[in-house]
């Protein structure tokens, strides 16, 4: 079985490919290649945790609980200026929707879960034709120290 980074962000991604909302849905390792007109609008995905040991027991089996983050960047082409404000919070509002219950995931209980921040229009990639806009969502879930591939509240 993959780490649980790997399981939340495949499961993020499905969500959102499945959604029909986006042209493509990828890791945000994928933007170092570059898009194509039709490949907009996007999502791009990346998951970080951070885990604290809980309780007691053997080192390398105590429970552990994970605050995971997901950052989505959704993204369209830039056209108008005037409307991608509007177009990004328009794709963010889709992504808050189908990410607002983690239970359709299916990576197990989530201890909480929520929508964190999304931050100002990323411009940094204006230059290759295209707007982003990041958003976080968070929520914390437990494991086994020497298991980080499974959720202990499946």
Do not use: C
């Not at 980074?5 to 986006?22: H, K, M, N, P, W």
């Not at 290759?128 to 929520?139: A, C, K």
């Amino acid at each position: 079985m993959s780490h649980i980074r790997t399981q939340l962000r495949d499961a993020v991604i499905e969500r959102l490919r499945a959604s029909g909302a986006f042209a493509l849905t990828a890791t945000k390792l994928r933007r170092g290649l570059g898009f194509d007109r039709d490949q907009f609008p996007l999502a791009t995905v990346a998951v970080t945790d951070k885990s604290d040991t809980v309780g007691r027991g053997q080192i390398g089996q105590r429970p552990q609980t994970r605050t995971m983050t997901v950052e989505v960047r959704v993204a369209n082409h830039l056209e108008d200026v005037d409307l991608m404000n509007g177009k990004l919070d328009d794709l963010g509002l889709i992504v808050e929707q189908l990410l607002a219950d983690p239970r359709e995931l299916g990576v197990g209980s989530f201890k909480e879960w929520s929508y964190l921040a999304s931050a100002d229009l990323d411009d940094s990639m204006a230059e290759f034709g295209f707007v982003e806009l990041p958003m976080l969502f968070t929520g914390t879930l437990s494991t086994l120290e020497g298991d980080p591939s499974k959720n202990l509240h499946y």
